[in-house]
């Protein structure tokens, strides 16, 4: 999900509001156009990311690694404006009980973040993970 995504679907909700609450036509059929053109560039963006990659590099995310082998990138952490305590909370949650088997902490896409530990980690799970 890109950025533009998570704006359209909340445009969209508001506008699915506007219509419902609207009291003449007029209203509904404007709140209706503005959901169709919403949908219409959202669609047209994700073809475009799809066929070209300075598209997707352009409008696209990638996964940016906050942490690897049991060490914080500050860099990473500062730019991506996650805090060390939403780290060590997601550690917790993935049951990480030492930090030297953590292999890596990646900031998704989505803005979930995941925790790699464990005695081993397949490198194809850091595929275009992106480092600072």
């Known amino acids: 999900m890109t950025a533009f995504d998570f704006v359209v679907t909340l ?6 509001a506007t219509a419902a609450s609207a009291s003449g036509w007029n209203a509904f059929v404007q709140a209706l156009v503005a959901i169709v053109l919403l949908l219409g560039a959202q669609a047209l963006l994700a073809q475009l990311r799809r066929y070209s990659k300075t598209a997707e590099k352009a409008l696209g995310n990638e996964p940016l690694l906050l942490m690897r082998h049991g060490e914080f990138d500050e860099t990473a952490m500062r730019k991506s404006r996650v805090a060390r305590s939403d780290i060590i909370a997601k550690l917790r949650e993935a049951n990480a009980l030492d930090l030297s088997r953590v292999h890596a902490v990646v900031l998704e896409t989505t803005g979930d973040i995941s925790v790699l530990h464990g005695d081993q980690c397949d490198p194809l799970l850091l595929e275009n993970v992106r480092t600072c």
């Open 11 to 16: 445009a969209v909700g508001s506008l699915v």
